[in-house]
């Protein structure tokens, strides 16, 4: 037997029908892409960016769910079809900052309340049209109380999940629709000493 000749097992991996149109035996997936390939990562690039993006976690506000140093990925394309819905984790420009100033603030927070409802935090609890809600994703409870708030036809109502700790809609009332940027998508890097 000769250790120069190939095996029975190469003999038998070649003859089979389903790999013998493996791409890696032809090695022509090595070649560059061409112009055509590169076409279609310029497109896709171009969609990506248009549709998402990856953003930087500054502050505690949103922990436990989120937490500082934290990269996110936020897509932009689902609010041109749909509404926002209640419990989404959205992006967003802050309301309170002046129509002149050039340097915008993103925040991000949930959506606890749409247009129409009634929105009070009261005895550590958060009360949407009269019902305590269950937020078993919260920080812990809020130490303050807000008045009765109505969220008016394209607003809606946001806060943060370390509630405590947040700089949100209790502070300066509903949130236009018009600002939200994206939805959060998922986590996409975690710093490993958090």
């Known amino acids: 037997m000769s250790f120069l000749r190939p095996s029975a097992l190469y003999y038998f991996l070649i003859s089979y029908p389903s790999l013998r149109w493996m791409p890696c035996q032809s090695w022509g997936f090595l070649r560059w892409p061409g112009l055509d390939g590169f076409m279609r990562l310029l497109v896709v690039f171009l969609l990506w960016s248009m549709l998402s993006e990856i953003r930087f976690i500054p502050s505690s506000s949103m922990c436990p769910t989120l937490r500082v140093g934290d990269r996110i990925i936020v897509e932009k394309a689902s609010y041109y079809i749909r509404s926002p819905a209640l419990n989404d984790i959205v992006t967003f420009?802050?309301?309170?900052?002046?129509?002149?100033?050039?340097?915008?603030?993103?925040?991000?927070?949930?959506?606890?309340?749409?247009?129409?409802?009634?929105?009070?935090?009261?005895?550590?609890?958060?009360?949407v049209n009269g019902i305590a809600q269950k937020e078993d994703f919260i920080a812990g409870p809020p130490k303050y109380v807000s008045k009765?708030?109505?969220?008016?036809?394209?607003?809606?109502?946001?806060?943060?999940?370390?509630?405590?700790?947040?700089?949100?809609?209790?502070?300066?009332?509903?949130?236009?629709?018009?600002?939200?940027?994206?939805?959060?998508?998922?986590?996409?890097?975690?710093?490993?000493?958090?």
């Open 148 to 194: 009765l708030t109505y969220v008016p036809e394209g607003h809606v109502y946001v806060l943060g999940d370390n509630r405590n700790n947040s700089y949100d809609s209790h502070y300066w009332g509903p949130l236009p629709i018009k600002n939200i940027i994206g939805r959060y998508v998922t986590c996409c890097h975690r710093p490993p000493n958090n």
């Open 93 to 127: 420009w802050n309301p309170t900052q002046p129509p002149g100033d050039t340097e915008k603030n993103v925040f991000i927070k949930r959506i606890v309340g749409k247009a129409g409802d009634f929105v009070e935090v009261n005895n550590g609890l958060l009360y």
